[in-house]
């Protein structure tokens, strides 16, 4: 179990192991909510996050040297 303390500003550090097993990072933005006595702190996952990890396999198809090759003088 992991501690933190809250201060005057209301300010909470997340421990290194919380942050890196939720894969938290700089400029994250998260949503609060509560349940009951306890405060959920969920990662936002904006549309374009979810646009992107839609899409990005399509996109590995067109990795390719041969491609690269072709486009390389436009």
Do not use: C, Q
């Amino acid at each position: 179990m992991e501690t933190s303390k809250i201060t005057s500003k209301g300010r909470v550090t997340i421990p290194h192991a919380l942050r890196r097993a939720a894969d938290l990072k700089t400029g994250d933005k998260l949503v609060f909510s509560l349940d009951g006595d306890h405060i959920i702190a969920t990662k936002l996952k904006t549309a374009k996050d979810s646009y992107l990890g839609s899409v990005s396999l399509n996109l590995e198809e067109w990795l390719s040297d041969e491609d690269e090759e072709a486009w390389s003088d436009l």
